[in-house]
């Protein structure tokens, strides 16, 4: 937390769902929050309901995938706001294909591209200024199936979360000594619109029963204002009503 009251955010995927509604949060909690995504009029859109509520906060286009546009992205943050004090992760993909039997490399590659590296090069473009700062956190969403391996979420997705949750630890064993964090925030069933990628997409009355984006809203908000002296290592929540929990292994309609 910047010692001196501003506190500048970088949320990734912040145009939809869960990183839209942990910008919200953390605008309302004071933070000065950058939003980036690929599309930049849903990032605009959020943008101006910050900014309603009497918030601040800024668009920028970005595609995670490429190392060189993350890390233009965090310069251009510090060059702008002079810091970086958290870094969401909240950019990810799934795709239909999501079984051996009709997976596609192609799907494969870009899972990987976004959810593992992308979340990579955001987290190496923050680095330099959190180390100058001596202070900093990072909040890595990945996913129940970063803990909990299932057949739904599909091969490449559950493998890309479970490295999330790795790569969270291994910075912070290496990164504490600088005063930084990390916390890998693993979500369970959310109703986001990327379940409309899923082959069976769940019903209304499913979803109301699914953790909602203000549910993750308020979480990141929560692990975000901590003093520097606590990390939160890993968050393992999930909806009350847990279809993973309820449902045979036969069902394939959740």
Same mark, same amino acid.
């Given at each position: 937390?910047?010692?001196?009251?501003?506190?500048?955010?970088?949320? $990734?995927?912040?145009?939809? @769902?869960?990183?839209?509604?942990?910008?919200? &949060?953390?605008?309302?909690?004071?933070?000065?929050?950058?939003?980036? @995504?690929?599309?930049?009029?849903?990032?605009?859109?959020?943008? &101006?309901?910050?900014?309603? &509520?009497?918030?601040?906060?800024?668009?920028?286009?970005?595609?995670?995938? %490429?190392?060189?546009?993350? *890390?233009?992205?965090?310069?251009? =943050?510090?060059?702008?706001?002079?810091?970086?004090?958290?870094?969401?992760?909240?950019?990810? =993909?799934?795709?239909?294909?999501?079984?051996?039997?009709?997976?596609?490399?192609?799907?494969?590659?870009?899972?990987?591209?976004?959810?593992?590296?992308?979340?990579?090069?955001? +987290?190496?473009?923050?680095? !330099? $200024?959190?180390?100058?700062?001596?202070? @900093?956190?990072?909040?890595?969403?990945?996913?129940?199936?970063?803990?909990?391996?299932?057949?739904?979420?599909? /091969?490449?997705?559950?493998?890309?979360?479970?490295?999330?949750?790795?790569?969270?630890?291994? #910075?912070? +064993?290496?990164?504490?000594?600088?005063?930084?964090?990390?916390?890998?925030?693993? /979500?369970?069933?959310?109703?986001? !619109? =990327?379940?409309?990628?899923? !082959?069976?997409?769940?019903?209304?009355?499913? *979803?109301?029963? +699914?953790?909602? %984006?203000?549910?993750?809203?308020?979480?990141?908000? #929560?692990?975000?204002?901590?003093? !520097?002296?606590?990390?939160?290592?890993?968050?393992? =929540? %999930? /909806? $009350?009503?847990?279809?993973? #929990?309820?449902? $045979?292994?036969?069902?394939?309609?959740?």
């Amino acid at each position: 937390m910047a010692k001196h009251g501003k506190r500048v955010a970088w949320v $990734t995927g912040g145009g939809s @769902g869960i990183g839209e509604a942990g910008a919200e &949060a953390l605008a309302a909690d004071g933070w000065t929050v950058v939003v980036s @995504g690929r599309r930049k009029d849903a990032l605009e859109t959020v943008v &101006a309901k910050i900014a309603k &509520a009497g918030g601040a906060a800024e668009a920028l286009a970005l595609d995670v995938s %490429s190392a060189t546009d993350a *890390q233009k992205a965090a310069d251009h =943050i510090v060059a702008k706001h002079g810091r970086i004090d958290l870094l969401v992760n909240n950019a990810g =993909i799934n795709v239909p294909k999501r079984s051996w039997k009709d997976m596609e490399l192609e799907g494969w590659d870009r899972l990987v591209q976004v959810n593992l590296n992308g979340v990579l090069y955001c +987290m190496r473009a923050v680095l !330099p $200024t959190m180390r100058k700062q001596q202070d @900093g956190s990072i909040i890595n969403v990945s996913s129940w199936a970063g803990r909990h391996v299932s057949k739904m979420p599909g /091969p490449a997705y559950t493998t890309t979360k479970h490295a999330v949750l790795a790569l969270t630890h291994s #910075f912070n +064993m290496d990164e504490c000594v600088n005063g930084l964090r990390a916390c890998c925030l693993m /979500p369970g069933e959310v109703a986001t !619109p =990327i379940l409309k990628l899923r !082959p069976v997409v769940p019903s209304e009355e499913e *979803q109301a029963k +699914m953790l909602q %984006s203000e549910d993750l809203g308020r979480t990141i908000a #929560f692990i975000a204002s901590m003093p !520097p002296r606590v990390c939160i290592n890993e968050l393992l =929540i %999930s /909806p $009350t009503h847990n279809r993973g #929990f309820i449902q $045979t292994p036969h069902n394939r309609d959740y």
